[in-house]
C-alpha cells in the first residue's frame, strides 16, 4: 500500500525505470535495486557496467537511493549449471525461468527485505490480482510483451510480496511515460536473448563451456547425410547451421532436426518445415508447479510449450506422481524436452513444468 517501502529491480532498461516512476506517483517508498548475475570479462558483449550508468541516471532522475548487489555466485550454482548439465544431455533448457525462480525472486526478494522492503518490484509485463484464494498470476495486457510464461514458476507465496506496475500497459504507453517524466532510458533499446549470453551468437558461448562431440546426421531410414558437432549445439526445429546443402536425387527443400538419438550420438533430420516427425500430438512433464489447487479430473486448459506461442487448445491429465500429461488439441511443431509447458485459463497462469516427453503426432493418445 502507498507509504510501504519498495525495492525495484533496476536493470537500466526502460521497463523497470517506469516502474519506479509509477510507484513513486502512488505514494510508495521507492528504493532502486541494481543487481549483477553474471561475471564476464568480455566486454564485447557485457553490457553490466553501461546497464548500471543507465540505472544511477534513472535513480538521480527520480530522486529515490540505489543500491547495488552481486549474485553472480548464486547464479552460477542455480541457474548456470542447471543449463550446461541440460545442454550436455542433449535438451534444451530456459535458463530464464530458472534465473526469475531462484534468483529474482528468490535470493534478490530476501535481499529486498533485508533493505527494509515490504515490497518487492520489477518491470515484467505481468499482472498479479489477489483474490480469496491468494495472489493470482495473470498475462499482461500488453499480449505481445506478456512474460507471463517465465514466471510460472516463481513461488506462488512470494508471488503476494510483488509489485508489478507496468503490466497494465502497452509497451508504446511505458515509452512515452518515460520520455514525458525526463527518464533517460525512454528510447532505450530492449535486451534480448537469454541474460548471460547477450547478444553474442549461442554457439559462440556454448564452446566456451561444453567440448565438440561430432556425431552422424541421419534421415529417419538411416542414410548418413553429414556430422554435427554435438547434440548439445542443435535444437527440434532448427534449420540453420546444419552445412548439409542439396543432396543428389532429393528436392531442395530444406532440412529440420526432427530427434536427438542420445545413445547413438545421431542427430536425425527431415525435410520440410510442416515434416510429420517434427509434429507432437501430446506431451509429459516433470513434477508441475502449480500457481492454483490442482485439478482432481481432466482439465480443459490452454497452453504454450515456448515464449511467444499462441496458446493451445489442450487437456491435462494430472499424474499419480505429481507430472501431468498434456494432449493438444492440434498437434505442436517442434515441441522440446528441456523447455517449459505452461498452461493458463484464460489470462490466469495455472502453472508449469519441464517437457520431458513427446508423443508423436501418429502415435496413440496419452494414458490419462
Known sequence: MPGSRAIVGLSGGVDSAVAALLLKEQGYDVHGLFMSNWDDDDDAYCTSAADFQDARSVARELGIPLHR?????????????????????????NPD????????????????????????????????????????????????????????????????????????????????????????????????????????????FLSKFLKDNPGPIETPEGERLGTHRGLAFYTLGQREGLMIGGRRGRDEAPWYVARKDSARNTLVVVQGHDHALLSSR????????????????ALRCAVKVRYRQADQQAVLHSQADGTVAIEFEHPQRAVTPGQYAVVYDGDRCLGGAVIERTVP???????A
Request: hydrophobic letters at 40%; aromatic letters at 10%.
Open 361 to 367: 503426432a501418429a502415435a496413440a493418445r496419452v494414458a
Open 69 to 93: 548487489v552481486s549474485f553472480a555466485a548464486e547464479y552460477r550454482q542455480r541457474v548456470f549449471d542447471y543449463f550446461l548439465s541440460e545442454q550436455r544431455a542433449g535438451r534444451t533448457p
Open 97 to 204: 525461468v530458472l534465473c526469475n525462480r531462484e534468483i529474482k525472486f528468490g535470493v534478490c526478494l530476501r535481499y529486498a527485505r533485508r533493505l527494509g522492503g515490504e515490497l518487492f518490484a520489477t518491470g515484467h509485463y505481468a499482472r498479479i490480482a489477489h483474490g480469496a484464494d491468494g495472489p493470482q498470476l495473470l498475462k499482461a495486457l500488453d499480449g505481445s510483451k506478456d512474460q507471463s510464461y517465465f514466471l510460472h514458476a516463481v513461488e506462488r507465496e512470494h508471488l503476494a510480496h510483488v509489485l508489478m506496475p507496468i503490466g497494465e500497459l502497452q509497451k508504446q504507453e511505458v515509452r512515452e511515460r518515460a520520455r514525458r517524466a525526463g527518464l533517460p532510458v525512454f528510447d532505450k533499446p530492449d535486451s534480448t536473448g537469454i541474460c548471460f549470453i547477450g547478444e553474442r551468437p549461442f554457439r559462440e
Open 282 to 297: 501430446a506431451l509429459s512433464t516433470g513434477p508441475f508447479h502449480w500457481l492454483v489447487e490442482p485439478p482432481a479430473a
